[in-house]
C-alpha cells in the first residue's frame, strides 16, 4: 500500500507540474501562434499614412495665459542673460548659506572636540593617581608583611606556637 500511495503522489505531482508549466506559458504560446498565423495570412501590410498638424507652441494653445499677471509678465519680459545672472546670484546665496552651516557645525565639533579632550586628560590624571596610591599601597603592604614576619619570627622565638 506504502509504494502505490508514492506512486500516485508523484503521478499528482507531475500533472500539477506540467498544469502549472502550461498556465504559466499557455498565454505567451497561444499569442505567438495566432500572431505568426496572421503574418502567413496577409504576408504585406498597408503602407501607414500620416497628416499630423505640426506640434502648437504653448502660445497658440493659450494665447492670453497670464497676460493680466504683472509678475509672470515681468519674468517673461526678461533677458536670457539677466535670468542667468539672477540663478547665478541664487546660487551663491545658496553657497554662501551652505558655507556659514558648515562653519557652525565645524566650530561646534571642535568645540567638542576639545571638551572630549579635557574630559579625557582628567580620567588619564585620575588613573595615574590611582596607579600612583596603589603601588604606593602595595611597597607599605609588602613592608608591613616583612614586619609581621619579623614579629611572629621573635614571638616564636621566645614561644609562641601560633594559631
Known amino acids: 500500500m506504502n509504494r502505490r500511495s508514492g506512486a500516485c503522489l508523484r503521478c499528482c505531482l507531475v500533472i500539477f507540474a506540467v498544469v502549472s508549466a502550461l498556465c504559466v506559458s499557455g498565454p505567451a504560446l497561444y499569442f505567438k501562434f495566432n500572431k505568426g ?4 495570412a496577409s ?12 506640434p502648437q507652441s504653448l502660445l497658440q494653445i493659450a494665447p492670453d495665459c497670464g497676460k493680466d ?3 509672470l509678465k515681468e519674468e517673461m519680459e526678461k533677458q536670457f542673460v539677466d535670468l542667468l545672472s539672477e540663478e547665478l546670484k541664487l546660487q551663491e546665496t545658496v553657497d554662501e548659506e551652505n558655507y556659514r552651516h558648515m562653519n557652525l557645525t565645524l566650530g561646534e565639533a571642535r568645540r567638542l572636540a576639545s571638551q572630549y ?3 579625557a586628560e582628567k580620567c588619564n ?3 595615574e593617581t590611582c596607579e600612583g596610591a596603589r603601588e ?5 603592604l609588602t613592608k608591613e608583611k616583612k614586619i609581621t614576619l ?3 619570627r621573635r614571638a616564636r622565638q621566645l614561644g609562641w606556637e601560633g594559631e
Open 136 to 140: 604606593r599601597a602595595v611597597v607599605l
Open 43 to 54: 504576408s504585406a501590410c498597408p503602407p501607414c499614412v500620416c497628416n499630423c498638424a505640426p
Open 37 to 40: 498565423l496572421k503574418f502567413k
Open 69 to 71: 499677471d504683472p509678475d
Open 150 to 152: 619579623l614579629w611572629e
Open 125 to 127: 590624571i585620575a588613573t
Open 117 to 119: 579632550q579635557r574630559e
